[in-house]
Structures are given as structure tokens and as C-alpha cells.
């Protein structure tokens, strides 16, 4: 077997290793997370009900639907709550091509990667979900009567959450692009505008299509693009500084 082959299979069997490390964090977070399953569901539905004062519950029709439901907000917790070591196996499966001096950022990248992640879940909660709602509740009236299922609606926020959770990624997710070599540096910064374009398109499809979640989320998307672009200007000034050193 070649050496270039041998290499292959080593990186192979350490992505299969981190892969397995998380994937174990994944189920074990949300085996735990199952046990309080009925809480976590009575409190994503707090906005539903806020956002339609008159709904008081939901309906479910077919008779594994309130399992199912109650699976899908486990493996939601379940991956909020392991985000942060799927995070560290991502970077640590990269890092070995990084300079020593760079591998020492690695605690406070999943640091603030994962504070980004939960940040974007709270908004959407938080900010988004209530506006959405109420837009979305308001063509409900004397001819048309609004009858939430609990599965739809949870499959609603999850997704939601999940989607918000990783378009706060966007700074982390460019580092990264970068530190692979998957693009230059100055890629993000000639390409902005079609990036702008993609994010209000994205936040417009996010945001069902009410306009003021949709500019909610994509001021905050168009700062977080702009500090993706900061913190590879840093990141290449190091690795320069590093290489003269050398």
C-alpha cells in the first residue's frame, strides 16, 4: 500500500473516531433530555399561545404523534446540549494541519462558536418565533379557525431553532472554510453582495415570510457575516506573523 494511502486511512479512522464521539454525546444527551420531554414541550409552546391568546391546546391525530413529537424535542436538546463536543471533534479533526500557536485558540473557538449557537436558538425563540406566530395566527378568523397539530408545530420550531442555531455559526463556519484552504480570505469580502442577497433570501424563507422577522434576522446574519470577515483578516495576520518567526 502506498504511503498516500496509508495517509488516507489514518485520516479515515480519526474522522470515524471523532464522528462516533459525537454521535455517543448526541444519544446521550437526548436520552437524558427524554425524561423531561413534557416540560421542554409545554414551554416551546409558551409563544404559540401568547401569539393566539384564544388557543389554548393542541390536537394531535394520529396515536404515535405525541411520541414522535416528544423524540424530535429530545434530539433537539439532545444537540443543543452536545453542540459544544461535536464542535471540539470538528476543529480537532482540522486542527492538525493549523500552526502549534493556532491550536491553542481551540477551547475559545467552540467557546464562542457555541455561545453563537445558542444565541441564535434564543433569538429565534426569544424574537423571532413570537413575530412569526402572530403573522402566521392572524388568518385565522370568523370563517377560518386555526387547529395547530403538536407534531407540525414542534417540527416548526425545531427546525426553526436548528436553523437560526446555525446561521449565527456564519463567523465560525468562514474561519473554518478559510483554515482548510476550502476558500481564500478575500473570497467572502468580493463575493459580499451575492452573500447579502442569500441571507435576506434565507431570512425571508425563516421568517415565513413576515417582513419584520425577517429583517430581524437579517441585520443581526449581515453583522455576523461582516465579523466572519474581521476574524480571518486576524487569523491571516497570525499565520503571517508565525511564518516570519519560522
Known amino acids: 500500500m502506498s504511503p498516500l494511502a496509508d495517509h488516507f486511512g489514518d485520516h479515515l479512522k480519526e474522522l470515524r473516531r471523532r464522528v462516533s464521539i459525537a454521535f455517543a ?43 414522535v413529537s416528544y423524540l424530535k424535542i429530545s434530539i433537539l436538546v439532545g444537540l443543543i446540549a452536545a453542540f459544544p463536543i461535536m464542535l471540539y471533534e470538528a476543529w ?27 444565541f441564535g436558538v434564543c433569538f429565534a425563540y426569544f424574537v423571532v418565533m413570537p413575530q412569526a406566530l402572530k403573522f402566521l395566527m392572524s388568518f385565522a378568523g370568523a370563517n377560518l379557525q386555526a387547529l395547530p397539530k403538536l407534531d407540525s ?44 442577497v442569500a441571507i435576506l433570501v434565507l431570512a425571508f424563507l425563516l421568517a415565513a415570510g413576515d417582513m419584520v422577522s425577517t429583517l430581524l434576522l437579517a441585520l443581526p446574519l449581515f453583522i455576523l457575516y461582516e465579523t466572519g470577515i474581521l ?16
Open 153 to 196: 408545530y414542534l417540527t416548526f420550531v425545531i427546525r426553526a431553532s436548528l436553523a437560526f442555531g446555525l446561521s449565527f455559526e456564519i463567523p465560525f463556519l468562514m474561519v473554518a472554510a478559510g483554515k482548510t484552504g476550502l476558500v481564500a480570505r478575500a473570497y467572502f469580502s468580493r463575493q459580499r453582495k451575492y452573500f447579502y
Open 92 to 118: 480537532a479533526f482540522i486542527s492538525p494541519g493549523l500552526h502549534k500557536q493556532e491550536k491553542k485558540v481551540a477551547l475559545a473557538v467552540v467557546f464562542w462558536a457555541t455561545l453563537l449557537f445558542g
Open 25 to 67: 454525546a448526541v444519544t446521550l444527551c437526548s436520552c437524558a433530555a427524554y425524561f423531561f420531554s413534557s416540560q421542554l414541550a409545554r414551554l416551546l409552546v409558551v409563544p404559540l399561545f401568547q401569539a393566539s391568546p384564544d388557543l389554548s391546546t393542541l390536537v394531535y391525530t394520529n396515536l404515535t404523534e405525541a411520541f
Open 231 to 246: 476574524v480571518m483578516r486576524i487569523f491571516s495576520r497570525q499565520a503571517k506573523g508565525a511564518g516570519q518567526k519560522e
